[in-house]
């Protein structure tokens, strides 16, 4: 099973500020990577696939690089709706996993 | 419009059973791979199994092989996953999702598990 990790587990950013949220595989998943974000009581929320592309209706804000084991979701300005944990998760290998997540808050 | 409904979740004691739901509409069942995904309380997800769209493959992972069992109904658009020895561990909210441009392009708003005595 690949193991997915986060890094920071909590980003604490104001406003209008650029958050860099990494993910690491344990090993190469290519660019199978996806970004969801969480908000309480919510089912997860598609953000990017294939580690840079933009799912429908995300804003542009939201961007993602990286191939291989290591990887970035930006959020070049946060509004007060990007407050939430964010999830990367690897899908070329199955079990397809998650990391254990980034809380980002106030 | 996409929409996954699921159902069927509960209090059930270790050891027992328990069949879930999930009721899809806005798109066509029979062409997509589909998910169940387990959420513990305060944890992230973790992907539980895959069925195939025809249902002649299905994935599980480790942890409940050979407790769960994965199955969709083309009629009723419907995926189910029976669920057996449960063990306090599976307590969760329990989500199914469409395996779209990537697992996980939709996913349900989940029933919650909770095993215990």
């Known amino acids: 099973e690949i193991v997915m990790t986060q890094s920071p587990a909590t980003l604490s950013v104001s406003p209008g500020e650029r958050a860099t949220l990494s993910c690491r595989a344990s090993q190469s998943v290519s660019s199978s990577l996806a970004w969801y974000q969480q908000k309480p009581g919510q089912a997860p929320r598609l953000l990017m696939y294939g580690a840079s592309t933009r799912a429908t209706g995300i804003p542009a804000r939201f961007s993602g690089s990286g191939s291989g084991t290591e990887f970035t979701l930006t959020i070049s300005s946060l509004q007060s709706e990007d407050f939430a944990v964010y999830y990367c998760q690897q899908y070329n290998n199955w079990p397809w996993t998650f990391g254990q997540g980034t809380k980002v808050e106030i | 419009e996409v929409q996954l409904v699921e159902s069927g979740g509960g209090l059930v004691q270790p050891g027992g059973s328990l069949r879930l739901s999930c009721v899809v509409s806005?798109?066509?069942?029979?062409?997509?791979?589909m998910s169940w995904v387990r959420q513990a309380p305060g944890k992230g997800p973790e992907w539980v199994a895959n069925i195939k769209q025809d249902g002649s493959e299905k994935f599980y992972v480790d942890s409940v092989k050979g407790r769960f069992t994965i199955s969709r109904d083309f009629a009723k658009n419907s995926l189910y996953v029976q669920m057996n020895s449960l063990r306090d561990e599976y307590t969760a909210v329990y989500s199914c999702?469409?395996?779209?441009?990537?697992?996980?392009?939709?996913w349900g708003q989940g029933t919650l598990v909770t095993v215990s005595s």
């Open positions: 999702a469409r395996e779209g441009v990537v697992p996980g392009d939709y």
């Open positions: 806005g798109f066509t069942f029979n062409n997509y791979w």
